[in-house]
């Protein structure tokens, strides 16, 4: 099963950025700890990371062209602001998975509502890094149909 894993904007400062927010592991620690994981239980894991908008819609976009099965996405910042991102999730119509490493209804009220959620599968928030774990191992498991 073909999975990929999408991070939006600042998401590649993760280790330096507000550590007591949003942890100390990099990018790049997490995604070798993913793709350890996708080995373990069986998955391919495509990663990608970007801090521009159509750069995120043109990836989203891909993966349908790739035939992925599955997208864990943390949109970052916009998943507060994107019309355009929601559009393109919709479009290509691969269920996906919202992640956030913060519990973001903890936090400022401008995080509370996401443009992608009523769409996702699922949300996870606040559980870190292993969230991306949990929703890749569930994407995984989850039947063709
Ligand atoms: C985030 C939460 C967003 O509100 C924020 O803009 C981010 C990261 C998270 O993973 O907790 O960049 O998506």
């Known amino acids: 099963k073909k999975l990929l ?6 998401l590649n400062l993760l280790g330096t950025r507000e550590p007591g927010i949003y942890g100390h592991m990099t990018l790049t620690d997490i995604e070798n700890n993913l793709k350890a ?3 373990k239980e069986g ?4 990663v ?4 521009h908008e159509g ?18 996405i943390n949109p970052g910042a916009y998943t507060h602001t ?3 991102i929601r559009d393109a999730l919709a479009g290509v119509g691969i269920p996906f998975v919202e ?7 903890k ?5 509370h509502h996401s443009f992608l959620s009523d769409l996702a599968v699922g949300v996870v928030c606040g559980l870190g890094w292993k969230g991306y774990g949990y929703a890749l191992r569930f994407l995984a498991e989850l039947p063709a149909d």
């Open 5 to 10: 894993l999408i991070n939006g904007p600042n």
């Open 37 to 39: 994981q996708a080995t």
């Open 43 to 46: 998955f391919s894991l495509t």
């Open 48 to 51: 990608f990371q970007s801090n």
């Open 55 to 72: 750069a995120l819609i043109d990836r989203i976009h891909q993966a349908k062209t790739d035939d992925m099965a599955g997208i864990v």
């Open 82 to 84: 994107s019309v355009a």
């Open 99 to 105: 992640v956030h490493l913060s519990n973001v209804h």
């Open 107 to 111: 936090r400022e009220a401008f995080r």
